[in-house]
């Protein structure tokens, strides 16, 4: 399944930053994507591993999501900055590498040694549950609120999406 | 304007005075500003910004936020305390703030029926109220208007109704049609269920965009919460003062009248609210410590407790309910409310057994979300968690239902006199059990869902029964109406039997409390105190 800057704004949409995934809302954003300031090579890493494997167009998914999360929120950007610096270092320290220069398999240790996968989140916690609420969960959060997430679990219209009232009603088959 | 900027300080010449701005105070609020009045809102809690209201829903799903996060409940402003056989989890049950706790409501309404009205007469329970279902009929009409309710006139065990609703009823949901197919065997009646929810755009509110998060927030404005009325009151000339507890109430030399209501502001300061008439709109459980706080020597036991009822007969609804998976897809979780109910046992009250209603949910089991940012899920991520979703999210089913619970003079909120809240004011003591009649309705509601669930080859998994029940959230009969006022707290016009301007606009005010969603009800008794307040004025 192929993830695009429409699903991107999908999410965003459920988180308030962008309001209808108009043009002009997809230009808005195009000037923040041109700089992102937070390590989104490192960001994409984690996605990919965090994603279902059929997932693919990974990259513009997250840039856009997170320029649009990060944006005019300098705290959520630091916090979001600093878990990643986490992630990096730990991938230094245990792999000899920058996190996203890993293989899938590598990252994916990574992130378990670190204890990301069991830690309950917390934003003002210790390294792990600060790696699990800014990178893990908020990217579990942007790909399981948009319709392109949902859908591939079973739901066009999952919680935390504005997708109307129709596909209440509609059957598995419709 | 910052909070240092408002203008907390009494009005100089306030014909009304209201304490509360859930839905009960800012209908009063908004009638009296519109016949011309000079209306003052006291609220304890803050003015929420509606543009914070995405961020509130990100609360809800994120698993890092506690529930009462979400709309910034608990600590000493909030503190009670439980002496009862049950533990009643009371910050769960409330929002303080403009708006009150529609703001975290699911919206759903519903009229009494006409024997909830009639209970001791027609079936030796409790209290009739002193008025009856005609009385409330036309501010029913009023109040549907008022919030704005989808619905249909489907519903045969419904009480009269005179008027189209509103707004067309929400179409019924895909797994309403698997419940239909298992009703019809069973010859079990579903209908609509009325909403508080825009089903087209209407009053300035969009119509629902299917966030499926209305309990506890709904982002896009479409669920109605009683912010709606305090904007309106404020059009007509209200004031409403945020961050503003009332302490306590204070009357004149006679004990006859009240002066003014003293409040606290967040700066430390109090100051004292004169007005003509009062209404108390602060909740089940907040105005019957307000008048318990308010004891003075003309009131030993407490304002306009004459009878000693202030806060006794605290009565709620229980939750009967239960769930399972279906070998088949069942679409939950597009959006957070209900579409269809069957009222058709709920006038089959006897001597042992009370009302009970049927729902069928729309949102059983866990969405997608919620478990990939849960660390209890066995899948961390990547396909093992797609996996272990596609396992959870698709075919949970599931019913539930309230149960009537009779008044009981046990069943109580008074002070707590060792527990004090961030003004030194003893806080509220929650006494609250169940009998074996509230019991035995939960069993039968429970047979019902039992029955239901079978015949649609539900492997159910999980009962919610009489022995794991728990409140809905309603908090009635505190400040009960009735017509001697020495069994009860306010006359059949809503003013206290003690004090000739202090009116009460409430749950609290309701005799018994039937099984069906109070608030519709609030709002139209508010309706009604507030013509009765105007005629006074
Ligand atoms: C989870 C949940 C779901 C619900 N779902 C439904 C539903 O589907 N249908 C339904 O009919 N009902 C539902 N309810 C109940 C409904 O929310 C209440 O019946 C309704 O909000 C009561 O209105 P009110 O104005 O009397 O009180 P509230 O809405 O509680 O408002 C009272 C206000 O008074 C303020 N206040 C309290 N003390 C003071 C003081 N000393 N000074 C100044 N202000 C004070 C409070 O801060 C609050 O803002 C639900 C409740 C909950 C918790
Ligand atoms: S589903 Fe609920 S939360 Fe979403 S828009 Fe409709 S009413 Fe609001």
Redesign the pocket.
Known sequence: MELTRRDALAALASTGIVVGAGAAALSHLDDRRAKPDVDVDTLVAVAEVLYPSEVTGVREFVETFVAGRTADRPDYHAGMADALAVVDERAERWFDGPFATLDREDRDATLRQLGADAIPPDPEGRPPGRVRYYVVNELLYAFYTSPAGGSLVGTENPIGHPGGTTSYQRGPDA | MSQGDVDRTPSPRSDVCI???????ALVAHRLASEGYDVVV????PRFDPDDRLERMERHIRPSHGPEDVWDMGGPRDAYTNAGEEHYPLN???????????L??????FRLHESDFERRSRHGVGRDWPIGYDDLQPYYAEAEAELGVAGADDNPFAPPRAEPFPMPAFRPSYSDSLFAEACEELGIAMHSAPNARNSEAHDGRSACQGYGTC??VCPSGAKYD?TVHVAKAEGEGARVIDR???QRIEHDRSGETVEAVV?ATPDGTEHRQEARQFVL????I?IPR?LLLSRSTQHPDGLANSSGAVGRYFMDHLFAGMGGELDAPTRQKHVGFITSESHQFYDDVDESVGPYKLEFLNYAGQSPVNVALSTESEAAWGDALAEEIRDTYGNRIAMGGLCGQPPRAENRVTLDPDVTDDHGNPVPEIHWSLGDRERRTIEAANETQAAIMNELGVDVDWVTDAATTGPA??HMGTTRMGTDPDESVVNPRLRTHDLDNCWIA??STFVTGGAL????T?AALALRAADAVDAEL
């Open positions: 304490v509360g701005a859930g839905p009960a105070g006291l609220e304890a809690g769960a049950a409330r929002v303080k703030g403009v708006g009150g706790t529609t975290h409501w699911q919206g759903m309404v309990k506890p009683a503003a507890p009332a409040y709109a602060a909740g089940g907040e307000l959230f309603h409430s749950a969603n109070p608030t519709l609030i």
